[in-house]
Each structure stands twice: as C-alpha cells, then as structure tokens.
C-alpha cells in the first residue's frame, strides 16, 4: 500500500524556519518525483516544490531562494527545509507522489507563520 507521511509542522514567527518530512512507503522511492503542495485558508491548492528521481529539483517562484528539497533514500524520506517564512506561507502542506495514472497524498501538515 503506497503511504505518505508529512510531519514536521508548527507555529514559527516570521522570519523563522521549519523542516517538513515526507516519509512514503509502499512503491520504489527512488524512482518517482515526490512533490510539496500547499493550502493556504480559502485558497486554493498551490504547487510548491518537486523532486524527481534523477535529484533535480523545481521550486514555486513564491518559495525560490526561501525553501529547499533533499532527500534521504534510505529512510525513503523527502524533506522540505522552509527558511525566511513569511505569514503568507501559512497553510497545510502536503506531499504527491504520482504513479502510473494515480496520485497519492499525504495527510497534511499545518504551518502558521505569525507576524
């Protein structure tokens, strides 16, 4: 069974950092893009960052320079390093893995930057 598990979210001021863990299980990690969405209040869902299997990687131009992606292939683990935070990228953050003609999501994590 494919399984997505983010984790990491919290409450930071701005200005502040937060790491977010995208831990999958069930298919072959590396062979497959693993990608960050989020959901802001009464928005609606945006793409934030992306990893593909050859290790490139492509960021949302609101993150670009702020947040990162690595990724840790023996605990098939994708993390998303989220520096300088602002209060517009409050929102709950979920992880994609698509495979084959299927999408699989995880449960989301919330972030809430205060001002």
């Known amino acids: 069974e494919v399984q997505l598990q983010a984790s990491g979210g919290g409450l930071v001021q701005a200005g502040g950092s937060l790491r977010l863990s995208c831990t999958t299980s069930g298919f072959t990690f590396d062979d497959y893009a693993i990608s960050w969405f989020r959901r802001a209040p009464g928005k609606e869902r945006e793409f934030v960052a992306r990893i593909i299997p050859n290790g490139a990687t492509d960021y949302a131009d609101s993150v670009k320079g702020r947040f990162s992606l690595s990724r840790d292939r023996a605990k098939k683990t994708v993390y998303l390093q989220m520096n300088s935070l602002k209060p517009e990228d409050t929102a709950v953050y979920y992880c994609?893995?698509?495979?084959?003609?299927?999408?699989?999501w995880g449960q989301g994590t919330l972030v809430t930057v205060s001002s």
């Open positions: 994609n893995a698509y495979i084959g003609a299927n999408g699989f």
